[in-house]
């Protein structure tokens, strides 16, 4: 008889909202331009003038960025790591050997000290090579071994870990868990104290990395004993310890060259010297780790978008149909329309949100989450506008398209590759509700006791006078502003029109959230449609409002101020129409009955329509057994050297 299989630890939902918001960052102390903006008060000042880079960055930033680009073009051959779903072992090399390893990492530990700015103009550069290769240098120093040991680390773990990692060594993040993703409460890893060590045990899925890695941060849950608190925690741990076994590479519909895995901890001792801050503090590392970390990803989609644009202005004026260039149809004009204004936000979403992080005067979070959202959802919709102005040959794989003579275009790869990333790093539901989750925090600040049930008649009477006051001084500034000025923002020119659109409808995003929270109270976390309108209504203005400080920038350095300010101006109006829906779709919806299918469907009451089809999956469990224990498979990790 085989032995049951383990089970994450059983939560209820609460414990588990509990958990999650332990890990938050509660507190602001610096601003925070989007916080702002879902309160009704767009604070144009604290983006406007663009932030700018010290002039010794740029050089620094430059140079490296030449060099990258001239290994990328003679040494980076994208075609075959799609081909052979694999970076090759002299990639990687040379990638080291140019300091691509530490481009974040301090100059005293090796590394190049590059700016998130130059750091995420970098990802952009390689990714549009290999995305693949973007995600191994990402994954690395976004949220790899780097990050969090910069943040929280101690001197003596920088000292011993960080110039490994700016040179030679690959790091990767383990988290998720077989049956256990965003919902981190149910973590069933375990680091048990045993003297001067932690003794892991549990299995790691999705290990970004984690097949060629030579460092890991594992999160582990560490029992509470007398002298241990307890809780979520993160280690560094080396990659060749005894007990860790790489039992599976992961095959993926894009992004073939990932080096992503399964990897098994079984009695793995660690030094209590490598736990990185205290017993349960891990997921609040995680956490803090993500708020820049995750400006990689966007910065990746914002390549993409340059490309999308390259190809479809090249090919759209190469091809002919009825007489003339198929980008001269309307029909696919307003694709190109769309792909080349989204290219110009996002990369203006990127470029700020980078140097915000670099000045540090802001708190970014949400501005960072914000990022990672807009870019993964536009990248994939300009890339798939791309595949359809290609027709066919947007089907078609590279490859083919050379065999039979013509330019290997890389469409389908680009659409296949660009997919995980509205799931990778907090999916997009997910996002939605940790954006939402930040955007309501001055409401349940004052207001949340009162929709506590824990909370008792003292504690919900103080919780009603807090709230009273503070909605006393924050409602009626809800009723005008700006926006409501014809001059107003006249400084941005024919842009003005867009920034009072974007100050008005703040306003009314505000109201939006108040109406919705006195309506729904405690039940509103579960309106998790209508905080996904909420939230991507003020995605829309952040990119809307990134846009046209952009251009502005632009027209005052001279620099295709005019073209800017026509790419900001469409992207606007298209964003508007975006927006205007959104708040349609707020109050008049399906939400209601689309959970009354949902009902049906979980009791099977709609198994009729299944029939007629043959279902050719296999009849495995749906979730692998994750039952501690030595590993019975094959050890596939590698080392680069």
Known sequence: MSAPTQ????????????????????????????????LGRFRLDLIHPHPLPADEDVRRGEAFLAK????????????????????????????KELGALGMKIDPKYGGLGLTQLYYNRALALVGSVSPAL?????????????QPLKLFGTQEQKDAFLPRLARSDISAFLLTEPD???????????????GDDYVLDGVKLWTTNGVVADLLVVMARVPASEGHRGGITAFVVEGDSPGITVEHRNAFMGLRGLENGVTRFHRVRVPAANRIGPEGSGLKIALTTLNTGRLSLPAACAGAGKWCLKIAREWAAEREQWGKPVARHEA???????????????EAVVDLASQMADEDRNDIRIEAALAKLYGSEMAWRMADELVQIRGGRGYETADSLAARGERAVPAEQLLRDLRINRIFEGSTEIMHLLIAREAVDAHLAVAGDIIDPDKDLADKARAGARAGGFYARWLPKLVAGQGQLPGAYGEFGDLATHLRYVERTSRKLARSTFYAMSRWQGKMELKQAFLGRIVDIGAELFAMSAACVRAELLRTTGEHGREAQQLADAFCRQARLRIAELFGRLWDNTDDLDRKVVDGVLAGAYTWLEEGILDPSDD??????????????DNVHRRIR
């Open 180 to 194: 256990v993703g965003s919902d981190p409460a149910r973590l069933a890893t375990t680091a048990v104290p045993d």
């Open 332 to 346: 696919v004009g307003t694709k190109i329309s769309f792909i080349a204004a989204t290219a110009f936000a996002l």
């Open 620 to 633: 495995g469990p749906w979730i692998a057994d994750t039952t501690p224990g030595p590993s019975t498979k």
């Open 134 to 146: 973007g995600a191994l240098l990402s994954a690395h120093q976004s949220i790899g071994v780097p």
């Open 68 to 95: 990258l680009r001239a290994f990328c073009e003679t040494r980076v051959d994208g075609a075959r790591i799609e081909r052979e779903a694999r970076i090759p072992d002299e990639t990687v090399r040379g990638l």
């Open 7 to 38: 089970r994450p630890p059983k939560v209820t939902e609460r414990e588990a909202r509990q958990v999650a918001e332990a890990a938050r960052q509660q507190d602001w102390h610096k601003p925070s331009f989007a916080k702002e903006l879902f």
